[in-house]
């Protein structure tokens, strides 16, 4: 099946840097890429629809200077977390979708301290 | 507005017995439904999906679910749970309003099987 590879898969970061996470889609292309936050044991919430070539779509409530996401190439979304603080500490996943399908990272935990 | 309800927060199972997940659903038109599985700490994996066809769709590691039109339901089933089936279940349907397809998930629905 279909993979999509998500990178890092854990990250401990300061308060006030940034983190790139990036998801890759590794055997098709993607043009349209989805990015999840989750908490413990809790529902996936959107954050963002990302598509190739162009600005992503945030959903209410998601700051887009905070967390900025950028879409260069068919296999390649990537999220950047900008001036980290620890209340975004959190489980980030990606999704990229394939016809009918959407196939999941592996997702990244992030710890900000 | 598309959503999906899982009303339990747990699901408890014996070794061998079979077991339910429930979802409800709320849909304009024809829904686009999907079954996926957590693990802790990792993505989520593809069990099964309903878009046209056959009610009862069968789907991996032996699961299967149930798509019914009446009740607007699409619970998950398995005839005989095994311990590694112990995780986090979550039901999803397609959001054929909004961009790109995006997937609108359920609360999700911890199950654990004990031996």
């Known amino acids: 099946g279909a993979v999509v590879s998500q990178h890092p898969s854990r990250v401990i970061c300061k308060s006030g840097t940034s983190v790139k996470i990036e998801c890759r889609s590794l055997?098709?292309?993607?043009?349209?890429m989805f990015w999840y936050r989750q908490f413990p044991k809790q529902s996936l919430m959107l954050m963002a629809t990302s598509n190739e070539g162009s600005k992503a779509t945030y959903e209410q409530g998601v700051e887009k200077d905070k967390f900025l996401i950028n879409h260069a190439s068919l296999t390649l979304s990537t999220l950047t977390v900008t001036s980290a603080h620890p209340e975004d500490s959190s489980f980030y996943i990606c999704?990229?979708?394939?016809?009918?399908?959407?196939?999941f990272g592996q997702g990244t935990r992030l710890t900000v301290v | 507005a598309q959503s999906v309800a899982q009303p339990e927060d747990q699901v408890n199972v014996a070794e061998g017995n079979p077991l339910t997940v429930k979802c409800t659903y709320s849909v304009s038109g024809n829904p686009y439904l999907f079954w996926y599985v957590q693990y802790p700490n990792r993505g989520l994996q593809f069990l099964l999906k309903?878009?046209?066809?056959?009610?009862l769709v069968k789907g991996s590691y032996g699961f299967e679910a149930e798509f019914n039109k009446s009740q607007t339901s699409f619970h998950l089933k398995k005839p005989s749970a095994l311990v590694s089936d112990s995780a986090l279940y979550f039901c999803a349907v397609r959001d054929m309003m909004g961009q790109g397809g995006k997937l609108i998930f359920g609360q999700g629905t911890e199950l654990s099987v004990k031996p």
């Open positions: 309903y878009i046209t066809g056959d009610n």
């Open positions: 999704s990229a979708r394939r016809a009918d399908e959407a196939f």
């Open positions: 055997d098709f292309q993607a043009t349209t």
